[in-house]
């Protein structure tokens, strides 16, 4: 049987969490390690500066999880360095309770997750459903990912490689379908909010409304706002290769001759 780590970033306590771990375990044995509370918009964090703790809960449900007081990718990291003792063969994070989309993976937790996977050479999946507000449709989201992972499982993935899914937040008979897409671009509408704490000192907040996105063809955002469910390849090289000779030509002419 495969054994697959659960993990996220909206905590052990998510029932997003839950949702996955359920939808997965017909697939195979299932080892969930999540971190003991919220880490989203977290990056991809690496604990370096304190101890980490490691802890047995057990789920809604009654199974049994690890926690740490850790990142996302600290989970992770610290499951492929034995405390999981069996072998794992595919890392799946989230489902988490929000799209990450375009720009959003280099902020993500969820996304950070599968990407400490990636560099660890275990595959990876970061589920995400699109849902700001209202009922969430925890179902659609976790059907996505058994469907993704039993694909992923039987075919493998590249070394170094993840993939990147987010689901509508419909009904699972309402989503048209799945598409394989790229990157889209995101619309941050951040601002900046300036107030005094008690004593009059200032302290700075990061509001302002959800993300939008731009509507390009063969993008994730397009998918999901048409009611797809989105599948992107990523991988860990950021190079962007397009731009290497042009780079080496800036330094060949200003090297004096």
Not at 99 to 111: A, C, E, I, K, R
Not at 198 to 218: L, N
């Amino acid at each position: 049987m495969p054994h697959i780590l659960i993990t996220n970033d909206d905590g052990v306590e998510s029932p997003g969490l839950l949702a996955l771990a359920q939808a997965l375990r017909g697939l195979g044995d299932v080892t969930v390690f999540a971190p003991n509370r919220n880490w989203s918009a977290a990056g991809h964090s690496k604990t370096m500066h304190k101890p980490l703790r490691v802890w047995s809960v057990r789920l809604a449900d009654g199974s049994d999880a690890l926690t740490s007081d850790g990142a996302p990718s600290d989970c992770v990291a610290l499951a492929h360095l034995g405390l999981v003792q069996r072998a794992v063969d595919l890392v799946v994070s989230g489902i988490n309770n929000g799209p990450n989309l375009g720009f959003d993976v280099t902020y993500s937790g969820t996304v950070a997750a599968a990407m400490e996977a990636a560099i660890n050479g275990w595959p990876g999946i970061a589920i995400s459903l699109d849902h700001y507000e209202g009922e969430r449709h925890w179902a659609t989201a976790a059907q996505a990912a058994a469907s993704v992972a039993r694909l992923a499982l039987a075919h493998g993935l590249p070394t170094h490689t993840l993939l990147n899914v987010n689901a509508p937040n419909l009904p699972p008979a309402e989503v048209r379908g799945l598409r394989v897409t790229r990157l889209g671009r995101r619309v941050y509408r951040d601002v900046l909010i300036h107030r005094n704490d008690p004593r009059g000192v200032p302290y700075y907040w990061i509001g302002g409304d959800p993300p939008t996105g731009i509507d390009e063809a063969g993008v994730d955002v397009e998918a999901v706002n048409q009611g797809y469910i989105s599948v992107t390849p990523l991988h860990m090289d950021m190079t962007q290769h397009r731009l290497l000779d042009r780079v080496r030509d800036w330094f060949a002419a200003a090297t004096p001759a």
